[in-house]
């Protein structure tokens, strides 16, 4: 499902982000990417889903070589992929509805299932009730979900989340996770990026930590 061989990258003249990275993942896998700061977790979220280019090696994705993808045939590729990311990149001057209906509309769906869809994706993540609200009218974490809910409505083959927790209660932390775990028990491959322990010691099954650009693989142990 995806694969990285001798994957490296920097930005300029500057260190490696990431060096050397070589790493399979199947199908259906649920796995934690740790680390602290600044160690390439984000970087490695962005390769995964298409957002940026390796400086060297490569990296596979359903068996596609996506680092030699034609800038024009990426999109069709990322149709594939949910992705959350710190930064959730919401329109604010769309309601929230319409937010998550985006990835339906450039797919040209239909809209009375695209409104299907894009109610049971927020209700799923515990915003209905909101959907003519404005991203700039929710808190933090309500805009976490509702990044959430449009990066699983196209119901993608895989999600990869960048601290998707992080600004949450216990209580949406939980139910964000359940979401995942809903998922994955479907055949979704997984991917979340976080430093938080207690997490991880509760719902790891695999995890990829990354110190200094480089990783180690953890089958089955939560760091």
Do not use: C, W
Request: charged content about 25%; cysteine-free.
């Amino acid at each position: 499902m995806i694969r990285f061989q001798h994957v490296f990258k920097s930005y300029g003249r500057g260190k490696n982000i990431l060096a050397d990275i070589n790493f399979e993942i199947a199908g259906g896998d649920f796995i934690f990417v740790s680390g602290p700061s600044g160690a390439g977790k984000s970087t490695l979220l962005k390769l995964i889903g298409g957002l940026e280019a390796p400086s060297r090696g490569s990296i596979y994705l359903k068996e596609q070589r996506v680092d030699q993808l034609a800038a024009r045939a990426r999109p069709y590729l990322r149709r594939a992929v949910g992705v959350i990311l710190q930064d959730t990149h919401l329109l604010y001057d769309r309601s929230a509805i319409n937010n998550v209906l985006l990835p339906l509309e450039v797919q040209g769906v239909e809209r009375s299932v695209a409104l299907k869809r894009a109610r049971a994706a927020m209700e799923k993540v515990g915003l209905a009730g909101k959907e003519g609200f404005t991203p700039i009218e929710m808190s933090g974490g309500e805009q976490q979900r509702l990044a959430i809910a449009r990066a699983i409505v196209n119901r993608p083959a895989i999600v990869i989340a960048d601290e998707p927790t992080a600004n949450l209660d216990a209580a949406s932390a939980k139910r964000i996770m359940d979401v995942f775990l809903d998922f994955n028990r479907v055949g979704v491959t997984t991917l979340i990026a976080s430093h938080d322990r207690a997490l991880m010691a509760q719902y790891a099954r695999r995890t990829l930590l990354i110190e200094e650009g480089r990783f180690s693989d953890f089958a089955g142990v939560a760091l």
